[in-house]
């Protein structure tokens, strides 16, 4: 079993930029793949971004693509997305989300593990 925490949310402007962590418990972290999952007043949650357990494949959604970029430090137990040019239609709660299998990267329901999400607020 895996915990995770986020962090990094806040307020900024348009075109600004963000960075998030999620924060793992557990001896294990090396082995699950990661995915950040962002759900917007009144939406679900959906898919951003997702790492495989060793970094070496990313994969994004089209809507963010060239814009944030997921990375991961086995070491600290750490996972962490990075955002550019951040735009209003960006504001969400962002979670953090864990799986030791799956066949789809996007599929929340792939994911076993979340946090409790950190709030990011882009202004106009």
């Known amino acids: 079993q895996v915990q995770l925490v986020e962090s990094g949310g806040g307020l900024v402007q348009a075109g600004g930029s963000l960075r998030l962590s999620c924060a793992a418990s557990?001896?294990?972290?090396?082995?699950?793949?990661m995915a950040w999952f962002p759900q917007a007043p009144g939406k679900e949650r959906e898919f951003v971004a997702a790492i495989s357990w060793s970094g070496g494949s990313t994969y994004y959604a089209d809507a963010v693509k060239g814009r944030f970029t997921i990375s991961r430090d086995n070491a600290k137990n750490t996972v962490y997305l990075q955002m550019n040019s951040l735009k209003p239609e960006d504001t969400a709660v962002y979670y953090c989300n864990a799986r030791s299998y799956g066949s789809s990267w996007y599929a929340l329901y792939e994911y076993d593990y979340w946090g409790q999400g950190t709030q990011v607020t882009v202004s106009s």
């Open positions: 557990g001896r294990t972290f090396s082995s699950y793949a």
